[in-house]
């Protein structure tokens, strides 16, 4: 890997059926996230990460535990989503997220 290429992960979320059939889907948002990480020679998609069925605001989501542990294990540099909101409802959350 150069200096210039960054490992990134990807992570959808939708906490509902209802959300997954008239908001954006899994498959919308894996669709969407695909097609910017295209647009970046320099990224090396190295995982996906999904939840389906999980609210934001639950920090216990299994794929949202798994990209803190690449994260702390130096496994990906940068995690793209759709909307800070697929990764965390809640701003207290949300924000210690940003940070870490």
Known sequence: MTLAQ???GKYVR????????HGISLEEQN????????KHP???LTESYTDGGYSGSN???PGFQKVLADAEEGKIDVLVVLD???ANRNEVNRR???QY
């Open 6 to 8: 960054a490992r990134v």
């Open 31 to 38: 669709e969407r996230l695909d097609s910017e990480i295209t």
């Open 59 to 61: 920090m216990k989501r």
């Open 84 to 86: 800070l909101d697929r």
């Open 42 to 44: 320099e990224w090396i």
């Open 14 to 21: 939708v906490s509902t059926d209802r959300q997954a059939e």
């Open 96 to 98: 210690w997220f940003e």
